[in-house]
Every structure is written in structure tokens, then in C-alpha cells.
């Protein structure tokens, strides 16, 4: 895969992470899983190795990291029964 900021953010947000989770699990600081996110810094070599390897698994298992980590999250936290307007009385 290739890795940008946005599939390393949709990644951790997949797997419900922190960023301090994130940083623990991929040998990185806080500051350096937050300047990926947002395009600051470049995701090291020996990470994006990892990044792999952990992508594999997902999807061997079915599962799919979406490119848009907000909408992804949305649909974790508040389910599709909530993204439905209700018609007003």
C-alpha cells in the first residue's frame, strides 16, 4: 500500500487507537503520529514496513481502511440508525 497521511490517520482510527497507541505500536512519538496526520513529516521506513504487514492482516481478516478517516469514524461511533434525519412532526 502506499501510505499518505490520510490512510496512516484512517488506519489508527480503524483500529479505535490513540495517537500514543499508535506511536507506541510503530516505534514513533505522539508529535511525529500527529505531524503524519496532518502532513508534517514523513512516515519513516522501518513504520511504513510495519504499516504493511499490519494492512495484510486487515484485509486477510475483511476488513477495510476506508481513505476518509472521518467518515469512517462517524459511522464507528454513531452507527448508520443515527446518520438518518428523522422526519420533523
Known amino acids: ?4 497521511s490520510e490512510s ?9 487507537w490513540s495517537a500514543a497507541q499508535m506511536g507506541s505500536r510503530f516505534g514513533l512519538s505522539v508529535d511525529q503520529v500527529l505531524g503524519i496526520e496532518k502532513g508534517l ?7 511504513r514496513l510495519q504499516l ?21 469514524f462517524r459511522m464507528d461511533k454513531d452507527s448508520i ?9
Open 1 to 4: 500500500m502506499s501510505w499518505t
Open 8 to 16: 496512516f490517520k484512517a488506519l489508527r482510527y480503524r483500529l479505535g
Open 41 to 47: 513529516r514523513k512516515i519513516p521506513q522501518d513504520a
Open 52 to 72: 504493511d504487514y499490519l494492512y495484510c492482516q486487515l484485509e486477510q481478516q475483511g476488513q477495510v481502511v476506508q481513505e476518509n478517516p472521518r467518515d469512517e
Open 81 to 89: 440508525s443515527q446518520l438518518k434525519r428523522e422526519p420533523s412532526a
